[in-house]
C-alpha cells in the first residue's frame, strides 16, 4: 500500500490564481481530511469527508474548496489564492469516525505551498 | 470550543535526559485524548492516546497519564535519544475532528 499521497510537494502560486491539491489513499478508509499547518498555530481542520459524496467544513474552510466523489480521492481547490493561504497543507485518512477509529489518522507527506 | 494548549519550544535536551511536554485541554466532558509526533520532512504518526481519565498511554518509551483533576496529559520519557528529535503535538477529540495543540519542537543533542 502507498497509504495516503499528496502531490505536489511543493508549488508557488500568484495571488489570485488558482490550483487543486491532490490527496488520494488506498487503505479504503472512509474518512478524510484536510489540515493547514502553520508556525505556532500547529494543525487546523479545513475540510473533512465521512464518506464519498459527503463533505463538511472544519475550523478554516474559507477560501478552499473540496469535494468526493470516489472513496480514494478527497482534493483540496484554491479558487484564488491569497498570501494567507502560504501554509503546507496535510490530508489524513482514517478507517471512520466512530469511536477508534477516527483518531489512527494516517498523514501524507504534505504539501508547501507559498503564495506571492 | 475545546482547545488544547502546550508548553512553547523548542526545548533542548542532552542525549539520556529526561524529557516532559506539558499538556492541558480545555473540554466538555472527557474526550479522548493523544499524543502525535512529526518527525522532519513527514506527516504525523500518532505515537499514543489514552480514552478515558486515569489511562496511561505508552508506546517507544513515551508515556502520558490521562488527569481529569488537572485537565492534563502531558507526555514524559526517561530518556531521550537524538532520534527522539521531532515535533510532538497534543490533540483532543471533539466529535468526529481532532483538535491539535500548537506542537513543542524537541532537539536532542549527542
Known amino acids: 500500500n502507498a497509504g495516503v499521497t499528496q502531490t505536489p510537494k511543493f508549488q508557488v502560486l500568484k495571488t489570485g490564481q488558482s490550483m487543486t491539491l491532490q490527496c488520494a489513499q488506498d487503505m479504503n478508509h472512509e474518512y478524510m481530511s484536510w489540515y493547514r499547518q502553520d508556525p505556532g498555530m500547529g494543525l487546523r481542520l479545513i475540510h473533512y469527508s465521512v464518506g464519498a459524496g459527503i463533505t463538511d467544513q472544519g475550523e478554516v474552510p474559507n477560501g478552499y474548496n473540496v469535494s468526493r466523489s470516489t472513496t480514494e480521492d478527497f482534493p483540496l481547490r484554491l479558487l484564488s489564492a491569497a498570501p494567507s493561504q502560504t501554509s503546507v497543507y496535510f490530508c489524513?485518512?482514517?478507517?471512520?469516525?466512530?469511536?477508534?477509529?477516527?483518531?489512527?489518522?494516517?498523514f501524507g507527506p504534505g504539501t508547501r505551498l507559498l503564495v506571492l | 470550543g475545546n482547545s488544547v494548549t502546550q508548553m512553547e519550544g523548542p526545548v533542548t535536551l542532552s542525549e539520556e535526559a529526561f524529557l516532559t511536554i506539558n499538556c492541558t485541554y480545555t473540554?466538555?466532558?472527557?474526550?479522548?485524548l493523544f499524543w502525535y509526533v512529526q518527525y522532519p520532512g513527514e506527516g504525523l504518526q500518532l505515537l499514543l492516546k489514552?480514552?478515558?481519565?486515569?489511562d496511561k498511554g505508552s508506546n517507544k518509551g513515551f508515556e502520558a497519564t490521562y488527569r481529569k483533576e488537572t485537565t492534563s496529559f502531558h507526555l514524559e520519557k526517561g530518556s531521550v535519544q537524538v532520534s527522539d528529535s521531532a515535533v510532538y503535538f497534543c490533540?483532543?477529540?471533539?466529535?468526529?475532528?481532532?483538535?491539535f495543540g500548537a506542537g513543542t519542537i524537541l532537539r536532542v543533542k549527542s
Open positions: 489514552a480514552t478515558k481519565a486515569d
Open positions: 473540554a466538555t466532558g472527557y474526550p479522548s
Open positions: 490533540a483532543l477529540k471533539e466529535g468526529n475532528k481532532l483538535v
Open positions: 489524513a485518512s482514517s478507517y471512520g469516525r466512530l469511536a477508534g477509529e477516527l483518531e489512527t489518522q494516517y
